[in-house]
């Protein structure tokens, strides 16, 4: 094989590697203004979802995949203080800094969502596994799951574990926010 065979060759393979790579963590976005809450069910295409989320978002809220544990997104949610977590396909209200606690999993956790009408659940029994998934209400979105009885001190014993990137974040009084913002200009995003 000659060098240019090689090197073709070898092109090809980091190619095929990168190809094979997670896509980069999304963080988690991070708003200084509520997003305004929607009024009814959000129904969009796939190529609309696709050209609204980033990669990663798309494959979690979309697909119901999981992003990295232990990953910025988690360390970003350890260090954000007071605030409330909205629907990062929807503007939903989600959770609240109120309800989180940091059960060392590797993905924010909450012990109760800031708004159950917004926050639903349903068996989920991929993986060989039975498991609660937990969904937004409003859009249909994929956040993670529930699970129960784990034995943390917290008033419900159940830990809301959720993907960072299927959520933003806006600082300021916990639980509150929702009732209506302006839609944040880019200017206005306080993660860039
Ligand atoms: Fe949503």
Same mark, same amino acid.
């Given at each position: 094989m000659g060098q240019l065979d090689c090197l073709t060759l070898l092109v090809g393979m980091m190619a095929s590697l990168s190809a094979c790579r997670p896509a980069a963590t999304t963080r988690m976005e991070a708003y200084r203004q509520p997003p305004p809450p929607p009024t009814n069910k959000v129904v969009k295409t796939d190529a609309e979802w696709r050209a609204q989320l980033s990669q990663e978002q798309y494959q979690v809220l979309r697909h119901a995949a999981t992003e990295r544990p232990f990953g910025p997104v988690y360390e970003q949610f350890r260090r954000q203080g007071q605030g409330t977590y909205y629907c990062a *396909? =929807? *503007? !939903?209200e989600l959770f609240s800094s109120n309800q989180k606690f940091d059960s060392h999993c590797g993905w924010p956790s909450f012990y109760?969502?800031?708004? !159950?009408?917004n926050v639903i659940t349903r068996d989920d029994f991929a993986m060989g596994m039975v498991r609660t998934e937990v969904l937004c !209400? %409003? =859009?249909?979105g994929h956040l993670g799951h529930v699970f129960k009885g784990?034995?943390?001190?917290?008033?419900? $014993?159940?830990?809301? =574990?959720? $993907? *960072? %990137?299927a959520l933003k974040f806006v600082p300021g009084p !916990? &639980? &509150? &926010?929702?009732?209506g913002g302006q839609t944040p200009p880019k200017s206005d995003r306080s993660d860039r």
């Open positions: *396909g =929807c *503007g !939903a109760d969502p800031a708004d !159950a009408k !209400a %409003v =859009c249909g784990e034995g943390f001190p917290t008033p419900t $014993n159940l830990r809301y =574990c959720i $993907n *960072g %990137v !916990a &639980g &509150g &926010g929702a009732g």
